[in-house]
């Protein structure tokens, strides 16, 4: 979900380029903030779905994959990761921009992970270390909470598992700020973090988060992201319900969350909550939020059978806002947002 930035130009506020059209041309008049401005979507049939934001191209990749949700884009190699939930394993696809141009492309593997996963729901990247959420009951016991977080190291031959923590809540969104890793808790309104992620959990564990907060006005938490100060998370509500979904937008994030303690709540005046029949907002399973263009993207997975959605202004204020982006797809998963 997070990004490699180079800002070439500061977007005008209101001037976003993409509009809210359902057909492949993402927006008109399109203004550039930067030379690259992908933004990636994976979708529970395997396909991964990019967005060109500055030329309102779309391509479509078909993956190995039949199922896939959660996904990292490294400038590095020009690849994307994803976390197969058939395969369940991890996949990196090189050379994207060296592909033929096309509406669909069919794609290999060019590096995995051994079969190590169960039900993987996200990616966070630090460095050469990326960490898998995944929400595979632990012990046996559907009542008591429990996830894992699988460890991997990236090389130039693949992903090798270095060590999987086990923590004591049902685990599924996952970002990484600076070396702290911020993990939602599944099932309640709950944020925790663990400091220091990659270098104070070496070695195969149980784990308890170094601080849990609650934050007020979320039912139930999905996915989060972080961009220069801001911390936004989804709420999908009642999981049932494809038009109750909603998400929040944190502001000055890091010193509210230090400013509440362990077991205490960010109130829901010190954020702004976006929800409402206009927004489109059923399940958002996953969200990817960019400072530069003051945007947050939505997987969104129940309404209308699956939907990638932009919002635009997402700083300014609460509301039922409509989405300035508004593409069908079918089983979306997960949505990470690329600029250069």
């Known amino acids: 979900m997070k990004k490699f930035i180079k800002p070439i130009f500061m977007l005008a506020a209101g001037a976003m380029i993409i509009s809210c059209s359902d057909d492949d041309n993402i927006g008109e008049n399109p203004v550039e903030t930067s030379g690259t ?8 049939n395997g396909t991964v779905t990019r967005y060109d934001i500055n030329s309102s191209k779309k391509m479509t990749y078909k993956t190995s994959s039949e199922d896939a949700e959660g996904i ?3 400038g590095g190699d020009d690849s994307f990761t994803i976390a197969s939930r058939s395969s369940t394993s991890l996949e990196s696809y090189l050379g994207i921009d060296g592909l033929e141009t096309g509406l669909d492309v069919n794609i290999d593997i060019d590096l995995s992970s051994s079969s190590d996963l169960q ?5 966070a990247v630090n460095g050469n270390i990326y960490v898998v959420a995944d929400n595979a009951d632990v012990d046996g016991d559907d009542t008591t909470a429990d996830g894992r977080f699988f460890i991997y190291t990236k090389t130039s ?3 090798q598992l270095r060590n999987v923590v086990t923590v004591d809540f049902k685990v599924w969104g996952i970002e990484f700020v600076g070396n702290d890793l911020y993990a939602v808790v599944d099932t309640t309104n709950k944020l925790a973090v663990f400091s220091n992620f990659s270098s104070a959990y070496m070695t195969d564990t149980e784990a308890s988060a170094t601080k849990t907060i609650e934050v007020e006005g979320i039912v139930r938490t999905h996915g989060l992201d972080y961009d220069e100060g801001t911390m936004v998370m989804t709420d999908i509500g009642d999981a049932a319900s494809d038009s109750d979904g909603a998400f929040h937008v944190i502001t000055n994030f890091d010193n509210k969350f230090n400013a509440t303690m362990d077991g205490g709540m960010i109130a829901i005046d010190d954020q702004m909550r976006i ?30 059978g699956g939907r990638v959605l932009a919002f635009t202004e997402a700083r300014s204020s609460s509301g039922n806002k409509s989405p ?9 998963s997960a949505v990470y947002f690329y600029t250069e």
């Open 37 to 44: 401005a992908h933004l990636y979507a994976t979708s529970h």
């Open 72 to 74: 990292y884009y490294d």
């Open 119 to 123: 039900s993987p729901r996200d990616i």
């Open 157 to 159: 031959f693949g992903f």
């Open 275 to 304: 929800s409402g029949g206009n927004t489109k907002l059923g399940n958002p399973v996953n969200v990817a939020y960019d400072a530069n263009y003051n945007a947050v993207f939505i997987a969104e997975v129940a309404n209308g």
């Open 324 to 332: 300035k982006m508004n593409k069908s797809l079918a089983g979306a």
